[in-house]
């Protein structure tokens, strides 16, 4: 069935434009207008949408043509319209940049495949009248996407403006749908993984609302919701159901807290449609686990907030426990460190729940980043044994094998053919550490790339 519905692309010529920042501003002035605006974010991301979601008060969803096929993106952003004025979509890195030398899952190859229009966002630092020809470039260099507007970020001055405004208007065919002028006041810190995550300072969050007041004074906002009116009909293929037949509603345990927030809203929403109640899990004021038949302890930052999640012993103990009596667990990147032996930081070392041999170590370089591919082995309860299971990872820290630990002797679930994996063994790199019903991976997994990981788990939570 085709659908209608306004929507639009934010997009840059390279990464470090801006787009976040115009994207955040453009989400928290519609919002503050009185719409309803759903937030998509390109790629293999958890942090922007985190502020997304702030902005908008609508939970962000990520569109990924490595984790998902086409159908999936497409009913993805379908099957939200109905509920929303509007759908804004975030690109990543440069318009153009993608998995390959042909541009594959580049945020232009999305707006393709949505018919999207794209506004674009070109940073005003050092550069005056050259930005006509960079524009250019854009729009000449793939005729099948629609370049409906450009807004110019970081704007020094009104000198710096009049050049830059006045070479566009003489050189391109672009409409200027605004400027946003430079501030530090109005930047949200980095960490080594990007910015840092909404919810983790509060503080942080009156920026988001300087942001929708700027867009609001500084971008043509009416003029940008009348070029996403302007996206025609697009076809939704429609989406599959989970059916499981449990023997009851098991509860499963979600670790949601400032430690732990990388958490895909399709991931939780599969538990839930295969049968699961989901529980949040404070890692630190929960005091047990005792009561719950499943955990799922995601993505995050436990090495900033190390110190105090050891001192809840009692959340460790309870979760170590779980483990050995055979609950099912899943755990990932930032659960993995949280099941460890430790974490080792240059604070010091902090004692973490024990539950599989190895220490999980900091290091001031990335140990794994982008995408990963992972063929399933037999050991494992959660996936299909052959299957290959694209995701992505995305982490400054390693596995360290204490003396007398042989990691040949660990079970893992995946062998890593894309990706740094856990642990090298005998020239094949594994992922996935093993216990009972327990799997621990640096492997972020979206629920679209295999739907029997929910079924699996809410089949082996439902047993007790």
Not at 46 to 55: G, L, Q, V
Not at 361 to 382: C, D, L, V
């Amino acid at each position: 069935m085709a659908t209608e519905f306004p929507r639009l692309m934010i997009a840059a010529i390279q990464g470090m434009s801006g787009k976040t920042t115009v994207t955040i501003g453009l989400l928290k002035a519609l919002r503050d207008r009185g719409l309803r605006v759903q937030p998509y974010k390109k790629g293999p991301d958890y942090i922007d949408p985190s502020w997304a979601t702030i902005a908008s008060g609508v939970p962000c969803r990520n569109l990924d043509a490595i984790m998902m096929k086409d159908d999936q993106l497409i009913h993805s952003l379908c099957s939200q319209s109905d509920r929303a004025d509007l759908a804004i979509v975030e690109g990543a890195m440069g318009i153009f940049d993608g998995f390959d030398i042909d541009g594959s899952n580049s945020s232009a190859e999305l707006a393709h495949l949505l018919d999207i229009p794209i506004i674009l966002v070109v940073s005003g630092q050092r550069i005056t009248r050259s930005v006509a020809a960079l524009i250019n470039g854009v729009v000449q260099f793939d005729d099948r996407i629609n370049i409906a507007g450009v807004v110019l970020n970081r704007v020094a001055r009104p000198r710096h403006q009049r050049i830059m405004t006045g070479a566009i208007e003489k050189y391109c065919q672009v409409p200027i749908l605004g400027t946003l002028p430079k501030g530090d006041d109005i930047k949200i810190p980095d960490r080594h993984l990007g910015l840092v995550p909404a919810g983790e300072e509060a503080e942080l969050l009156s920026r988001v609302d300087r942001l929708g007041e700027l867009v609001e004074e500084h971008l043509d906002i009416d003029r940008l919701l009348a070029i996403a009116k302007s996206a025609p009909p697009i076809e939704d293929p429609g989406g599959g159901t989970i059916q499981v037949d449990l023997p009851r509603r098991p509860r499963i345990g979600v670790f949601q807290d400032r430690a732990f927030s990388f958490y895909y809203p399709e991931n939780l929403e599969a538990l839930e449609e295969a049968g699961a109640d989901l529980v949040t899990v404070n890692a630190f004021t929960t005091a047990d686990v005792d009561d719950l038949d499943g955990l799922y302890i995601g993505g995050g930052f436990p090495e900033v907030m190390a110190a105090d999640l050891a001192a809840n012993e009692s959340l460790k103990a309870s979760v170590k426990k779980a483990a050995d009596k055979g609950l099912p667990i899943y755990a990932e990147c930032g659960g993995l460190m949280y099941l460890s032996q430790g974490i080792r930081t240059a604070e010091g070392y902090f004692p973490m729940c024990g539950v599989f041999p190895c220490e999980i170590e900091m290091t001031s370089k990335p140990q794994g980043h982008g995408y990963a591919f992972q063929r399933i082995r037999t050991n494992n309860p959660y996936f299909t044994p052959g299957d290959l299971i694209p995701g992505h990872e995305f982490h400054h820290s390693r596995a360290v094998w204490p003396e007398g630990v042989d990691p040949a002797e660990q079970a893992f679930a995946f062998e890593t053919e894309r990706g740094k994996g856990l642990a090298v063994v005998n020239g094949i790199t594994y992922d996935g550490l093993i216990y009972r019903q327990t799997l621990a991976t640096y492997h972020h997994y979206h629920a679209a790339a295999q739907a029997l990981w929910a079924e699996n788990f809410a089949k082996m939570a439902a047993k007790g």
